[in-house]
């Protein structure tokens, strides 16, 4: 082997040796960037806006995964934990869905039965009654006659809100006398007399609105208070 021979086999010795050098660095850095950042675990984002009391489905998250010490310890982190659940609160694009973003749907009780119905967006509901409030509905209906008055009645009191709807605008073939152009629909856990009121007033009456129980009030409006007249008032002259 003549001298450039030596030297070609030298630099090529070298070589391996600097690129065995060099590998050793880049997977000692990779471990210790591993060791630093931890395991990895599953998480759920969401993959677009979910507004306020909406049911969760698959098809609103996708499963995403991320170093154990970054997730927070209220993150969701399988499908069980949300799914027959509704949202809390508005959700946006891109948040990390946990535990106090969705709450349990409230279920129905023995003799109780669904009902939905809409109600006035701005007059009847102002965005503060959610899943499990107690409300007290109030219906107003027109005279029977034109000499007789116009009623407004508390038709069910204590109704049990099981679920709030999107806002959405009245069908325009609705000749009801609303005082706006959207509406929501809310379902109540109601038994079977209170479901007939409420569907009879949605039917009938000029109106329908929710007046929100205070929490903890179980204390019903007495049937002297659940029906009122104009004319009724003291001192006031029909």
């Not at 027959?84 to 609160?89: E, L, M």
């Not at 107003?140 to 099981?162: E, H, M, N, Y």
């Not at 005082?179 to 409420?198: K, N």
């Amino acid at each position: 082997m003549n001298s450039r021979q030596r030297r070609g086999a030298v630099l090529l010795v070298v070589s391996v040796l600097c690129a065995a050098a060099a590998l050793a660095g880049v997977v000692a850095v990779v471990g210790d960037a591993r060791s630093q950042v931890g395991p990895k675990v599953t998480a759920y984002e969401l993959t677009k806006d979910v507004p306020a009391y909406t049911p969760l489905t698959s098809s609103q998250v996708h499963r995403v995964t991320m170093p154990k010490r970054w997730l927070p310890d209220s993150a969701i982190r399988t499908p069980e934990e949300f799914q027959g659940k509704i949202t809390a609160i508005p959700l946006s694009k891109g948040s990390l869905l946990q535990s106090d973003m969705v709450s349990s749907r409230p279920d129905l009780k023995p003799g109780q039965m669904e009902i939905a119905i809409m109600i006035d967006a701005e007059t009847g509901v102002a965005g503060k009654i959610t899943p499990g409030a107690r409300v007290n509905i109030f219906a107003t209906f027109a005279g029977r006659k034109d000499t007789d008055p116009d009623i407004s009645k508390i038709i069910v009191a204590g109704a049990q809100v099981i679920d709030v709807g999107e806002i959405k605008a009245f069908d325009k073939s609705d000749n009801a006398q609303r005082l706006s152009e959207q509406g929501v629909p809310i379902t109540f856990a109601l038994e079977a007399e209170d479901a007939q009121r409420v569907a009879y007033a949605e039917s009938f009456a000029r109106h329908v609105r929710l007046a929100l129980v205070a929490p903890g009030d179980s204390t019903p409006p007495p049937a002297s208070s659940r029906t009122y007249t104009l004319t009724g008032d003291a001192g006031v002259k029909p």
